[in-house]
């Protein structure tokens, strides 16, 4: 019997995957677009394709499916800081790789911002719970705590600095300029988006973070 029934079941479960899947991909551009505030399940299922029910059965409301794609989305780019093989490069070269990656990510990711502004603006309640979320960031920093000490010893980096401060610093450098692109290009009267302005603020940022680090 086990032998019919487990083809069957392994399909159950890999069609249960990609609904699922879909069902995220939905919701996550429905979020994006509209808020949590303004999102609807209608159209999440639209976009989807599926059932509304079946959202409903994986993923009980809206709350929930919120909680799950900020969860989605953390994992997404954790798994891309992974690939970067932060630890085989000397500490100086990978926290430039880090400022790179995260403003390059930020700008093909426009959806990420989005919903890192939705999350924040509910007090970030539906991370809170989220054990998950927890466990995919610890590893980052640790990391991070690794490529500092690393640089301590060398001699080439300062001592004394947090790690978790020094991602939030790079992570703000680049979401600050993004979020704020159109009202600061505005008050100032430049496109901070035009090619030559992106390449000028990666420079200043990784010039900025360095000058951090960095042991004088």
Known sequence: MTRETAPATEERLRDADRSQNTILAAARDEFAEYGLGGARMDRIAERAGLNKRLIYYYFEDKEKLFEAVL?????HIRE?????KLLDLKPADAIRRLVEF???Y???HPE???LLNSANLHKARHLQGSERVREMNSPLIAMLGE????GR???SFRGGID???LYVSIAALSYFYLSNSFTLSSIFGRDLLATKARSERLSHMCDVILGYVLRN
Request: glycine fraction near 4%.
């Open 71 to 75: 969860e989605q989305a953390y994992l």
């Open 106 to 108: 930020y700008l093909d």
């Open 102 to 104: 995260t403003w390059n």
């Open 80 to 84: 891309a800081e992974r690939a970067l």
């Open 153 to 155: 010893k060398e001699g």
């Open 147 to 150: 490529i500092l000490e690393r």
């Open 163 to 165: 790690p978790v401060q």
């Open 112 to 114: 990420f911002l989005t």
